[in-house]
């Protein structure tokens, strides 16, 4: 990393834009950052090109810069759509390309999923800084999943999208369809925060300690924590966003413990779940750090 560089970094929300200009993720002086409400692509992108051509003229020219996007998003250099999101619920967004309106910058852009950016800022200066693989997973409004490698995320056919994978139905939850409008009830359609509502008509942190809902979702995110350790060997698994509170990710470790039937060495060799399954350290950082990481890169 040249010290003198000026990256951007874009963090890329269904709900906001979060825009920053630094040396590196730790070198974000306050006035090189900005909050942008999600509204349509036009007035968003204007913002976000705004923003950074004050930057620009405040501080001079960027050396690189990466974005963290909300998903699917096509992340495949040598395709014509790169830089793009594709096909999403999220009206008017499908086919904009968040790096098209960046070029007029003249400097490389990179661009990668939200949840691989932010494994990527855990794995190298968070709760999974030396592990590996570490997989973040973010469960708010969507699940998503994202893994990091030796300094690089997992991308191929499109990205990992381990949001919607099948579990096997909690005998207490038979009645609910799911809401994922593709498969119904996987992962998604189960235990996001709009599938919870869906159920009980509040969220999770509404309902008393008692309620089965606890036991339900960590019961579902549990079965993936399991699915990610068979798959990928995965040393950390950091469980982030909007629907995680203290009181599920026991659940989440309790389940995935017995799923996995002691079959692999977590207590042994790992630490244990509770060493296995973490919050995220960098908290409210990790989207804007992995976005920093990813232009720096
Ligand atoms: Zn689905």
Redesign the pocket.
């Known amino acids: 990393m040249n010290s003198r560089a000026l990256y951007g970094a874009i963090e890329a929300g269904g709900t906001k834009f979060v825009c920053a200009a630094g040396h590196g993720p730790f070198e974000i002086p306050q006035d090189c950052r900005e909050v942008i409400p999600t509204t349509t692509p036009q007035a968003t992108l204007e913002a976000v090109v705004a923003f950074f051509e004050r930057i620009r003229g405040q501080r001079g020219p960027l050396s690189a810069i990466g974005v963290a996007a909300f998903g699917p998003v096509d992340v495949d250099r040598r395709s014509p759509t790169w830089g793009s999101i594709l096909a999403t619920p999220k009206a008017g967004w499908s086919g904009v390309s968040l790096t098209r309106p960046l070029e007029r910058f003249e400097c490389p852009i990179a661009i990668d999923t939200d949840v691989n950016a932010a494994a990527l800022a855990e794995a190298l200066h968070g709760s999974g800084a030396g592990f590996a693989p570490v997989v973040y997973v973010t469960v708010g409004t969507g699940i998503g999943g994202g893994v990091a490698l030796e300094g690089a995320t997992i991308r191929g056919l499109l990205h990992p999208e381990m ?2 994978i099948r579990v096997r139905r909690d005998p207490r939850d038979q009645a609910f369809p799911g809401i ?1 409008p ?3 009830d ?4 189960l235990a996001s925060g709009p599938a919870i509502v869906a159920r009980w008509n509040a969220r999770l942190g509404e309902l008393s300690a008692t309620h089965p809902a606890h036991e339900i979702i960590g019961g579902y995110l549990g079965q993936l924590a399991a699915t990610i350790t068979l798959l990928l060997s995965a040393q950390r698994i950091v469980f982030g966003g909007g629907v995680m509170n203290g009181r599920l990710l026991p659940h989440i470790r309790a389940a995935a413990a017995r799923e996995l039937g002691g079959y692999l060495p977590v207590e042994e060799r790992g630490g244990g779940f509770d060493r296995l399954i973490v919050e995220p350290e960098l908290a409210g950082q990790v989207g804007i750090t992995g976005a920093m990481l990813l232009a720096v890169r």
Do not use: D, P, V
Request: charged content about 10%.
């Open positions: 949001g919607h994922c593709f498969h119904g996987c992962l998604e359609g």
